[in-house]
């Protein structure tokens, strides 16, 4: 061989064995084996720590028993099975999980750019037959990222057209979207009609016809009779196919996934995700529940507090997700949404705060709470908003949401307070098993913190 071929054999080579480095460092990334430490289960007893149960009063020093997935004992002079896992919580906090009720968490993961790692949104308007359940990622990165900081249960939904598709609740630790799930199709989610269109103005800009205010009450309420005449349509498919399960002679009804998905809803049997922010749409999301009969749950809310009657009145809570987004009107005060907790609790609403983030900042979650806690809402209240209160809202207040004998052993244990950022977890469980408190932000930590600069 000649010594040109020879050199050009050797740089085939050396660049296949660094393609087959990247490839082998790409798959190290995205393998899934972070995500799939699901940690280990046993019988574990916390002892000497603080317990915070969120349902009553804390206890200065005492022990949680952990055992069969379940707290079995919390208490000061709880008993301590043979051969439990002891471990020592002196100078720590007992806390229970943490609750997101409002994100896309595991539906996308690299937002921008990546467009194959997005499954958001569905294309149409009518998609009630789309399932969150289904396309969620328990592999990803965001997983573990978010319950190393205290958040173990997540709502994650859908987006886009007008009815969007179904949303799930999941605890964020197993191999399998059916061993995270705890409601796989928990509410359905509509973009509800709102009073608004493009521009400052309120319709159209350079893109459009300015439109007046009559106008934008006009395309709103069309788009809500189309809303009205889908429930109407599933309505009648529900009864037809009853009809015809009963009465073999009658035609027999050509199925239809997207209103058959409606069934439960319509019905008032499961609960509907209103996402709206403004008080008038918010007000026509509450009037819109009494006249369907259904039952209504308000994601967004910016100015739900303006409308507290009217949320009372049809008993709709409000999933606040706007802590961290910025002002609307250019005359609105700075902290217009760190307040809107406090005044909804003031007003009597029920209300818990969420993050609403597509799943890489879900970790803030505690952190949102604590600033609405610094801006008019109790420190009480403001710890209840993300761990009780969202139970409550998703009807698994008699399984989360506090420590209490009996319910699910979601904890954390901190050396602080949960919702102040110098806080660090120590250990956290999801369904009874202690998990590691590893994710990719801190191997990346691990492989630099040791770098020195040339």
Same mark, same amino acid.
């Given at each position: 061989?000649?010594? /040109?071929?020879?050199?050009?054999?050797?740089?085939?080579?050396?660049?296949?064995?660094?393609?087959?480095?990247? &490839?082998?460092?790409?798959?190290?990334?995205?393998?899934?084996?972070?995500?799939?430490?699901?940690?280990?289960?046993?019988?574990? $007893?916390?002892?000497?720590?603080?317990?915070?149960? %969120?349902?009553?009063?804390?206890?200065?020093?005492?022990?949680?028993?952990?055992?069969?997935?379940?707290?079995? $004992?919390?208490?000061?002079?709880?008993?301590?099975?043979?051969? $439990?896992?002891?471990?020592?919580?002196?100078?720590?906090?007992?806390?229970?999980?943490?609750?997101?009720?409002?994100?896309?968490?595991?539906?996308?993961?690299?937002?921008?750019?990546? *467009?194959?790692?997005?499954?958001?949104?569905?294309?149409?308007?009518?998609?009630?037959?789309?399932?969150?359940?289904?396309?969620?990622?328990?592999?990803?990165?965001?997983?573990? %990222?978010?319950?190393?900081?205290?958040?173990?249960?997540?709502?994650?939904?859908?987006?886009?057209?007008?009815?969007?598709?179904?949303?799930?609740?999941?605890?964020?630790?197993?191999?399998?979207?059916?061993?995270?799930?705890?409601?796989?199709?928990?509410?359905?989610?509509?973009?509800?009609?709102? =009073?608004?269109?493009?521009?400052?103005?309120?319709?159209?800009?350079?893109?459009?016809?300015?439109?007046?205010?009559?106008?934008?009450?006009?395309?709103?309420?069309?788009?809500?009779?189309?809303?009205?005449?889908?429930?109407?349509?599933?309505?009648?498919?529900?009864?037809?196919?009853?009809?015809?399960?009963? *009465?073999?002679? =009658?035609?027999?009804?050509?199925?239809? +996934?997207?209103?058959?998905?409606?069934?439960?809803?319509?019905?008032?049997?499961?609960?509907?995700?209103?996402?709206?922010?403004?008080?008038?749409?918010?007000?026509?999301?509450?009037?819109?529940?009494?006249?369907? /009969?259904?039952?209504?749950?308000?994601?967004?809310?910016?100015?739900?507090?303006?409308?507290?009657?009217?949320?009372?009145?049809?008993?709709?809570?409000?999933?606040?997700?706007?802590?961290?987004?910025?002002?609307?009107?250019? *005359?609105?005060?700075?902290?217009?949404?760190?307040?809107?907790?406090?005044?909804?609790?003031? &007003?009597?609403?029920?209300?818990? +705060?969420?993050?609403?983030?597509?799943?890489?900042?879900?970790? @803030?979650?505690?952190?949102? $709470?604590?600033?609405?806690?610094?801006?008019?809402?109790?420190?009480?209240?403001?710890?209840?908003?993300?761990? =009780?209160?969202?139970?409550?809202?998703?009807?698994?207040?008699?399984?989360?949401?506090?420590?209490? %004998?009996? /319910?699910? &052993? #979601?904890?954390?244990?901190?050396?602080?307070?949960?919702?102040?950022?110098?806080?660090?977890?120590?250990?956290?469980?999801? #369904?009874?098993?202690? =998990?590691?408190?590893?994710?990719?932000?801190?191997?990346?930590?691990?492989?630099?913190? @040791?770098?020195?600069?040339?």
């Amino acid at each position: 061989m000649s010594s /040109k071929l020879k050199v050009q054999s050797s740089k085939l080579v050396g660049s296949l064995a660094a393609f087959a480095a990247f &490839a082998l460092s790409i798959f190290a990334q995205n393998d899934g084996s972070q995500q799939n430490k699901t940690g280990r289960a046993g019988t574990f $007893a916390i002892v000497n720590a603080r317990i915070v149960t %969120v349902s009553g009063a804390t206890i200065e020093n005492g022990t949680v028993v952990i055992s069969g997935g379940k707290i079995t $004992a919390v208490g000061p002079n709880s008993s301590i099975p043979s051969g $439990a896992e002891r471990i020592d919580g002196r100078g720590l906090t007992v806390f229970p999980g943490m609750i997101d009720a409002g994100t896309n968490l595991g539906l996308a993961e690299i937002p921008l750019g990546v *467009d194959g790692s997005v499954d958001v949104a569905e294309t149409g308007n009518m998609n009630a037959n789309a399932k969150a359940f289904k396309g969620i990622n328990p592999h990803s990165s965001h997983v573990n %990222v978010t319950r190393v900081n205290g958040i173990t249960t997540v709502l994650s939904y859908p987006n886009g057209g007008l009815i969007a598709g179904q949303g799930a609740v999941i605890n964020l630790n197993g191999s399998t979207q059916a061993e995270m799930a705890i409601i796989p199709e928990f509410g359905l989610v509509i973009n509800y009609p709102r =009073l608004a269109g493009f521009g400052r103005g309120g319709g159209g800009g350079r893109f459009g016809p300015q439109l007046d205010f009559n106008q934008l009450v006009q395309r709103r309420d069309a788009q809500i009779e189309e809303l009205k005449k889908i429930f109407h349509d599933a309505d009648m498919y529900a009864k037809s196919k009853e009809a015809y399960a009963k *009465d073999k002679t =009658l035609p027999y009804p050509a199925t239809d +996934i997207r209103l058959e998905a409606m069934t439960p809803y319509i019905r008032g049997e499961k609960p509907i995700l209103f996402r709206a922010e403004r008080a008038n749409d918010i007000k026509s999301v509450a009037k819109f529940v009494t006249d369907m /009969k259904v039952k209504g749950i308000i994601i967004g809310g910016q100015e739900a507090w303006k409308v507290a009657d009217d949320l009372k009145k049809a008993d709709i809570p409000v999933v606040f997700t706007n802590i961290y987004q910025s002002v609307v009107r250019d *005359d609105d005060p700075y902290d217009y949404f760190y307040s809107a907790p406090g005044k909804m609790q003031e &007003a009597g609403i029920k209300f818990c +705060i969420s993050t609403g983030d597509p799943g890489q900042e879900v970790r @803030d979650l505690p952190y949102q $709470a604590g600033i609405a806690g610094a801006f008019g809402l109790s420190k009480e209240d403001a710890l209840k908003s993300v761990t =009780l209160y969202p139970a409550q809202i998703l009807g698994l207040g008699d399984k989360l949401g506090s420590i209490d %004998v009996g /319910k699910v &052993a #979601n904890i954390v244990v901190a050396d602080g307070d949960m919702l102040d950022p110098r806080t660090n977890v120590k250990y956290v469980f999801i #369904n009874g098993k202690m =998990l590691p408190l590893t994710s990719r932000h801190t191997e990346l930590f691990d492989s630099f913190k @040791d770098r020195k600069a040339p």
